[in-house]
Each structure stands twice: as structure tokens, then as C-alpha cells.
């Protein structure tokens, strides 16, 4: 699994304001969990999500990644934050929503791994608390591995990515950052990032096990002929 520490201190500025995401989190709590008071995001990385989320709930973040929780926290005053892998994530307290976006789940390459965070969601949950967590489809992977590397500026500095078939329906993400110093001088800060998607009938039915409802849908499909590319899953306990 990937911890992003190397990458950490420029994710935010790669890649930008959640602001789409954010909204379809908070309408969803409104909607299915609406007294909603304490919110837990698993793979929370540098606490985006958190940070929009912290006028109106308790928030807490849980991720693997030491560098991303270092940035998470200082974001975050309020939050409180665990360093714990999300597949055997063990807290003392229980939450109203549970969250676990930007297609973390995705970096978990064994099914049974993704069974893990779903039990222990499952655990962590109030009764009739919801889950809402986002998973990449195999067409999205697809399609980034028949594509060139992209090259991405933010402010002076400069990313790579290049992702390729890594074998076994797994992608490799290859991000290469080249932070500015002076003049023409880089520092390289380089990391291999793994991906994997399941089926969504494979998925549903492990989810199944854990929840008594589970609603799918793609935000950003424009018509219902196209197959998805990247889908938010809402599960009810």
C-alpha cells in the first residue's frame, strides 16, 4: 500500500480543492445521517475533506501515512487524528459517518483487504450510521495506462505521472515530483503508486454482509449508455 510521504507535501497543490467532492459528502449526510454529529475519514491523507468538514461535526482522520497525517494535523486544529492502517483500524469510539474517498481503497490489492475495511467500518459505525467511500473502475484504469505521462505545474514546480500495467490487473502509478530550489534546480521526489479495482457485483455482495442498504452512484456519468468510471457507494448500517 502506498504512504505518500514523499508526495505529501505537495499533494494539496496537485490536486486542488475537493470542492465537488465535499458537496456530495455533506448533501449525502444530509440526506441519509442528518443528525450526524461525529465523522471519521479512513486514508484521510492531508485532511481536505476534514478541513470543510470541521465547522459542523466532530471530525477525526486515520491514515497510514505519517507525512500526510503531519500535514492533516496542522490543517486541522481540531480534528483528532491516528496513525493506523485502514484495513485493521482499531478506536475506541464509535461515528456517525465514515468516510474514505479519492479512491484509497483502490490502493488495496487483495480483496480481502477491502472485506477488512468493510468489517471494520462496519464496527466503528453507530446504528444506522452510513459509509460513504468512492471506488475507481477498471475502464478508469484503462484508460490511464493507454495514455502518455501527463505533465502537471503548480506554482514553479512540476509532476510526472505515468501510469502503466503492472500485471495482474493491478496499475502502477509512477509520480515523480521535481520540487523548484533555484534557477534551474530540482530536487526529484519519486514514489510508485499501486491500484487495483473490483468488479462491482464482487463488491456489493461483500457489502452485503455488513449493511442493510447500499446505494451506487457515478456524479459525473452524462448518460446511462456509459459505463462508469469512478463510483461513491453510500452503505447504510
Known amino acids: 500500500m502506498a504512504h505518500y510521504d514523499l508526495f505529501a507535501k505537495h499533494y494539496d497543490a496537485v ?12 448533501k449525502s449526510i444530509k440526506q441519509h445521517k442528518s443528525n450526524a454529529k461525529r465523522v471519521l475519514e479512513i486514508a484521510c491523507g492531508t485532511g481536505s475533506i476534514l478541513k470543510l468538514l470541521e465547522k459542523k461535526y466532530k471530525v477525526y482522520g486515520l491514515d ?16 483528532k487524528f491516528f496513525h493506523q492502517d485502514m484495513t485493521k483500524f482499531k478506536i475506541n469510539e464509535k461515528f456517525d459517518v465514515i468516510l474514505c474517498v479519492f ?14 475495511v468493510f468489517s471494520g467500518v462496519n ?9 460513504i467511500f468512492d471506488m475507481n473502475m477498471q475502464k478508469k484504469l484503462n484508460r490511464h495506462i493507454s495514455e502518455k505521462p501527463w505533465v502537471h505545474w503548480f506554482g514553479k514546480n ?16 509512477n509520480v515523480k515530483v521535481f520540487e523548484h530550489k533555484k534557477n534551474n534546480v530540482y530536487t526529484l521526489y519519486e514514489e510508485n ?23 451506487v452512484t457515478d456524479i459525473k456519468k452524462n448518460h ?12 447504510k448500517k
Open 64 to 79: 497510514i501515512s505519517p507525512g500526510m497525517l503531519s500535514s492533516a494535523k496542522k490543517k486541522v486544529k481540531s480534528g
Open 158 to 173: 512540476f509532476l510526472i505521472m505515468d501510469v502503466t500495467d503492472a500485471g495482474n490487473r493491478v496499475s502502477n502509478w
Open 103 to 116: 479512491d484509497s481503497i483502490n490502493h488495496l490489492l487483495k480483496f480481502n483487504q477491502w472485506q477488512q
Open 15 to 26: 490536486m486542488g480543492e475537493p470542492k465537488a467532492k465535499f458537496d456530495f459528502i455533506e
Open 224 to 235: 446511462p449508455s456509459q459505463q462508469s468510471e469512478n463510483l461513491i457507494l453510500i452503505c
Open 193 to 215: 503508486i499501486k491500484e487495483k479495482a473490483f468488479p462491482l457485483g464482487q463488491v456489493n455482495k461483500s457489502l452485503k454482509k455488513y449493511f442493510t442498504s447500499i446505494r
Open 123 to 131: 464496527q466503528h459505525l453507530v446504528k444506522n450510521g452510513i459509509f
